[in-house]
Nanobody, 122 residues
Framework: QVQLVESGGGLVQAGGSLRLSCAAS????????MGWFRQAPGKEREFVAG???????YYADSVKGRFLTSRDNAKNTWYLQMNNLKPEDTAVYYC????????????????WGQGTQVTVSS
């Protein structure tokens, strides 16, 4: 049974930082691409960042230069470091396992975490 569990969300002031973690269980994830998505109230789920099997990273334009994704294969965990947070970053953040290469569409991912709330106050 594959399971992804996010943690690290919370309330932070604009300009602050948070680090999200996504712990995977069930099998090793070293051979999979991973993605981070977010969904704000009333909006569609959107791609935030991804990391390929070869550790190449990809970012949405809205977070480029502020967010950094990485993985620790030994811990079956990957991370989203979020710096200089803005109120528009407020959303539920999800991690997901890729079906193949990193893509920005949700259909490219087959397992999803339950989400963690990030709230940025102005």
């Amino acid at each position: 049974q594959v399971q992804l569990v996010e943690s690290g969300g919370g309330l932070v002031q604009a300009g602050g930082s948070l680090r999200l973690s996504c712990a995977a269980s069930g099998r090793t994830f070293t051979s999979y691409a991973m993605g981070w998505f977010r969904q704000a109230p009333g909006k569609e789920r959107e791609f935030v960042a991804g990391i390929s099997r070869s550790d190449a990273t990809y970012y949405a334009d809205s977070v480029k230069g502020r967010f950094l994704t990485s993985r620790d294969n030994a811990k079956n965990t990957w991370y989203l470091q979020m710096n200089n947070l803005k109120p528009e970053d407020t959303a539920v953040y999800y991690c997901a396992r890729g079906r193949g290469v990193v893509v920005s569409q949700a259909y490219g991912y087959d397992y999803w975490g339950q989400g963690t709330q990030v709230t940025v106050s102005s």
